[in-house]
């Protein structure tokens, strides 16, 4: 594979961590003796033409740090848009959308390059002090589209193509090995533990990191997908105090708000320089749709991550729509749906194993999914009849669920998403027929 010009040959130039723990990160591209300042500013060869709009910075050469704001009142003629406004009717513009105020009237300029009113709230909404005194800071954070955007990111940060790797932790989220693939980082697979506890095989993973320098970066996935179980924090630990390894630990934690209170180690980030902990709205908050995820760091990652980033990489809409959702009023509406869908949960644990052909679960239960077993007439987890399962739910009854057997210790298991109660229902029903139908019993 071509090595990717531009950024590649950037990092070259000089990415480094200057310490962690007393130690620093070493790549193989930087010579172990010398010290290359991180970035205070987007890098060096965009600085000049990095667009800042909403919140435009002047000319440098005037020595000045005052903002030239879109407020309503100041005429901006920098950026080429429509003073016009947006090409949408009247009755539309002066609507909300469950009491969010798009500003449908301000979709004509370009967004907030840096969201800092947004970082704020997620910082306010992981400022717990369960784990540490210190207080998370927006510069601790990265804002992307979606985990996936800081999950390729973290790669093209720190990883030469074609020499260096990463390490996962089978079963796992599939987008860490499709973006290693991407960027041309080879994969180095420590499974988990077998089911049901899917814990870090903690010896496995740290010979590993002391035998082999060319990992950069470790992610796991906490709670896990499709395993539903959360990682031990002291598994975590042992893995960011390695002795010898310099490298960066990513923590995925997509589930985090459906695991029980303070589960989150977003604000562990001001301990350890070397963690990146992601989180993303689509999950416990239902904002699929709008793709934003955060990477909560240190500093020198975040800078690094948003320099990385393009300009203008979350909407308008979605900073509005996102920010009303960890606002005070959208985290008591997301509280409520948490509620609703955790009794959910509940009920599917109850009635699931009563239906024949339904197996153990594998797995935790601290996210909005689950992973049970499909058995044949033998009573034996069975790929054949948990993938026909699958196809029949979803061609003949409309419900779709996701067939997860060829996963390391998924053997015969379906992941299942909790739904509504009119749902879960639905599914208890067409799983029951179908099972019968696809064991012929």
């Not at 210190?134 to 955007?149: A, I, M, R, Y």
């Not at 708000?257 to 990146?276: H, K």
């Not at 003949?396 to 390391?408: A, D, I, L, N, P």
Request: aromatic content about 6%; proline content about 7%; overall charge neutral.
């Amino acid at each position: 594979m071509t090595r990717p010009s531009g950024v590649g040959l950037i990092k070259q130039k000089w990415l480094y961590v200057d310490s962690l723990k007393s130690k620093s990160f070493a790549f193989p591209f930087i010579s172990s003796t010398r010290q290359i300042s991180w970035p205070s500013s987007p890098i060096a060869v965009r600085e000049s033409k990095l667009p800042l709009t909403r919140n435009r910075h002047r000319d440098k050469t005037n020595n000045s740090h005052s903002d030239y704001k879109d407020d309503g009142t100041n005429i901006l003629l920098d950026a080429n848009e429509n003073a016009y406004g947006p090409s949408l009717s009247s009755d539309v513009a002066d609507k909300t959308t469950n009491g969010v105020d798009v500003d449908l009237l301000g979709l004509h300029r370009y967004p907030d390059p840096h969201q800092e009113p947004l970082k704020q709230l997620l910082c306010e909404l992981r400022n717990t002090h369960a784990h540490t005194s210190k207080t998370l800071k927006p510069e601790n954070l990265f804002v992307g589209v979606g985990s996936d955007e800081a999950i390729d990111a973290l790669l093209r940060c720190f990883c030469i193509p074609g020499k260096d790797r990463i390490l996962t932790c089978p079963p796992t989220y599939g987008m860490y090995s499709v973006s290693a693939q991407v960027n041309d980082v080879a994969l180095v697979k420590i499974p988990l533990l077998e089911a049901p506890s899917f814990s870090i095989d903690l010896p496995a993973v740290l010979n590993a990191l002391t035998n082999e320098p060319n990992i950069k970066l470790v992610y796991l996935c906490s709670p896990g997908n499709p395993t539903g179980s959360l990682l031990a924090k002291s598994d975590v630990q042992q893995i960011l105090d390695h002795p010898t390894w310099n490298g960066v630990v990513v923590l995925d934690e997509a589930y985090i708000d459906f695991a029980p209170d303070n589960a989150s180690l977003a604000e562990w980030v001001t301990e350890f320089p070397n963690l990146v902990v992601m989180q993303t709205l689509s999950k416990a908050f239902g904002m699929a749709g709008i793709r934003l995820g955060a990477a909560f760091t240190s500093p020198p990652i975040a800078r690094l991550l948003n320099s990385l980033k393009a300009p203008y990489n979350i909407s308008s809409p979605t900073s509005a729509l996102a920010s009303y959702a960890v606002s005070e009023k959208g985290l008591a509406i997301m509280r409520d749906h948490r509620a609703r869908l955790l009794e959910q949960r509940d009920r599917l644990i109850q009635e699931l194993p009563k239906i024949p052909g339904v197996g153990r679960l594998r797995g935790g239960t601290e996210s909005n999914f689950m992973l049970y077993e499909m058995l044949n007439s033998a009573g034996e987890p069975d790929n054949s009849i948990a993938l026909a399962v699958y196809e029949k739910l979803a061609e003949g009854k409309g419900v779709v669920v996701r067939f997860r057997g060829k996963e390391h210790g998924c053997l015969g298991c379906l992941r299942i998403t909790v739904g509504t109660d009119a749902e879960v229902t639905r599914f208890l029903d067409s799983l029951k027929t179908t099972l019968a139908e696809v064991r012929g019993s």
